[in-house]
């Protein structure tokens, strides 16, 4: 490894307050074996240091890499066929995509993540099948290829042990199935389906095999309550506590999991997690759209954390999560793309610019996200729902040197008024096309705009590649299953929401 230094006309530090960033005019980096030495004046810093190497110039804004802190997999559900429909349903159309290599995937992805400044990605990995070793096998692939392109990961396999068509026993589901249609579906089920125990398993070979990587780490996923035992919830939070990882959770992420949870324990998820153990830094709740104003305290006094995936629950017609009463009890908010954002694809600027615009509610009270807000939950909220939550997020000295360069002129030319402040010509005005590079420890994985590990297009032609053959028999078989099970799915939730409100989704989501 070696040193450099990394200079720009404006050097973005830290987030100190809702209205209060940290900015170094005509500042610098300096770096050494991936950790950030000093962070100051590129005069001073200039005078001090003998670097390896000089990155960025006077024409360049320096600021902490992007988290995203909810990923899935690389081409979109849209590519792979299915449509944007309410969340319940959309899993029916899921079931019915194709089997894509998982290295392939994962890089298809990282690329944009990269591209739009991403430095660490949350990645919960779900949807293969059993056996154990099969899921191990796709498990590695995903590491491997963030270890080449050389991306910071936390790692998840998601656990899941019931409910997996819908919010019931599988058993009772598959009963009331039409007699052409129950084998398949049970079989389905079984092939998806691996031991409790298994998952365990999963987590402590893949902890012990790849935990111990520098850009690697690996947590622990609660898919969701609905999919959940509260036996699988005590699990994992003890496996949580004896390894000293956080775990990522999906939560409350439609108004039809707000009605299963008073279904299942008479109270609220929150409460029910919160009963069981889980609630506190340590856990993220994915989504959480669906808070009651006490879950919400709940949150904020236990210290747990909220991943707002803003696009996916748009697209998922899952409603609008209340970050203005998060931000407004204190808790700490991340940023998550989820499966793709609203141009479908993983672009983390476009995805602050929604979270900074969707809560603008009206009015004139300081009660709507700020650009800081947003740029803080999309770097050190962030990384606290990772395992590399002291290590990155922001730029100090001791931290780790996850560091992207933006091309100032891509945002201020070709005027900009000097008052505006920084912060805010970063947040409404950044474009993928303006990052140029990107370091993670310290190294360029991205430089003046090129992947400096692998060829983007040979990897993304060799994708395309594997996918250009007939659907195999498995595939056409789940496909076939998807439409007829679908009505069923459907059928299920008829009624499911009665009696809950008339009000816009907007309103339910934020009076509950
Ligand atoms: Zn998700």
Redesign the pocket.
Known sequence: MASSLVRGKYVICKVNSRTDTQVIEDGAVFQRDGTIIEVGKHQDLAAKHQPDEVIGSAEHVVMPGLVNS?H?IGLTPLQLGAPDLSLELWRARRMAARDVNPYLDTLYSAFELIESGVTTVQH?QARVSGPLERIYGAASEAIRAYQDIGMRLSYSYILMDQNRFVHEEDDDFVKRLPPDIAPEAMKLLRAAAIPLEDNFALFEDLHKNFNHEERVRVQLAPANQHWCSDKSLTMLKEYSDKYRVPMHM?LLESAYQKVYAKRRSGTTAVQHLHDLGLLGPDLTL??GVWLTEGDIDLAAETGTRICH?AS?NLRLRSGIAPLNAFEKRGVRVAI?I??AGINDDRDMLQEMRLVLNLHREPGMDDTVPTTSQVFRMATEHGAHTTPYGNDIGTLEPGKTADIILMNWKHIAYPYLEQNVPVIDAVVHRARTQGVETVLVGGEAILRDGRFTRLNKEDIIEELAASLRVPLSAGEKHRQQLSIKIFPHLKQFYDGYLDGQTHESFYQMSSKH
Do not use: V, Y
């Open positions: 909810h899935h919960l999906h994915g989504h995936n996916s998550g989820d499966e």
